[in-house]
């Protein structure tokens, strides 16, 4: 055996040292890494965290900001609709309003009107509105057993709602009546008044483009010249109402009961009138178009309609036969 190979079966420690040398490097590597790698991690794992708690309190910031304008937009509508209603109170019980021989003070109540509801919300709206109409303002009947106007409870308007906006217009529900109201030249665009009850109501003139009308009772109503394009009158009750010369060009009337109505020169291009009963119902001279949708088996010509283009100008008067 010689001396080399005796060495190294003398000495089986030096294998481990070195094995434990390697060990130790590595080790002394891996926590050089790791070290590093571990703050990089923690300090992305703050910022992240950071991000996440001002994204937080930025949303609980604009909730806040949400509310504190809610409060504010409420108490600047009560502020506008209370002195409003101190206004008229003066006006009713010092200056004789209700009396029939006071133009000036009826002017006044126009005025103040006029320029309350301009910066009234929807909802305050229609609370001016009824307001004006218990108060015996703007028209005003009780309805009897039969659900018509009891003429002995009849009032005569005081105040006039000629241009008076009252856009976007909505009741708490259920709506009241309003039976023989005047809004004759009033602007309800896009007033929400489904079921409403208008019977005998003075609407000549009045704007309702894009008002919700459903399911209301318009009957005996006066609606002469009323502009109605795109409302929804679907299942409305239009019994024995006036609509000469209405423009009622894109409205939905599906369903509603025209029974003994006037349409005479009404505008009713892209109207649907599926549905609709048309008994006895006065349409000479009415426009329609194309697409129209009339009840099954209707022929509008036979019921004296005209047919013009759906996009076309109409002459700007027209003969009631």
Known sequence: MSLSTQKNKADPSSDQHSAS?????????????????????????????????????????????????????ETLQHGIMSRYLE????????????????????????????NTARQLDPERKGQLLKFLYESNLVGHCELNAQGKSDIKTCTEPIVSLY???????????????????????????????????????????????????????????????????????????????TLIAADLNGANLQGSKLIDADLRCAELRSADLREADLTNTKLQNAKYSADTQLPPGFEPVTHGLIQVARDGNTPPYCVLE
């Open 21 to 73: 040398s390697h060990q130790s490097c590595w080790l002394d590597i891996a926590g050089t890494v790791a070290i590093p790698l571990a703050i990089t991690v923690l300090t992305a794992a703050q910022i992240w965290i950071a991000q996440l708690n001002r994204a937080q309190d930025l949303a609980i910031s604009i909730q806040n900001r949400a509310q504190d304008l809610k409060i504010a937009n």
């Open 87 to 114: 206004e008229m109170e003066i006006l009713i019980f010092d200056k004789g309003l209700l009396k029939a021989n006071n133009p000036e003070v009826k002017s006044v109540a126009k005025a103040v009107t006029l």
């Open 163 to 241: 241009g008076v906006k009252l856009s976007e217009l909505q009741f708490e529900p259920p709506p009241i009546p309003l039976a023989r109201i005047d809004l004759e030249g009033a602007d309800l665009t896009h007033a929400a008044l489904p079921g409403i009850v208008l019977i005998d109501a003075e609407m000549n003139s009045a704007t309702l483009n894009n008002a919700t009308l459903s399911e209301s009772v318009l009957t005996d109503a006066k609606m002469y010249g009323a502009k109605l394009q795109n409302a929804n009158l679907s299942n409305a009750l239009l019994i024995r109402t």
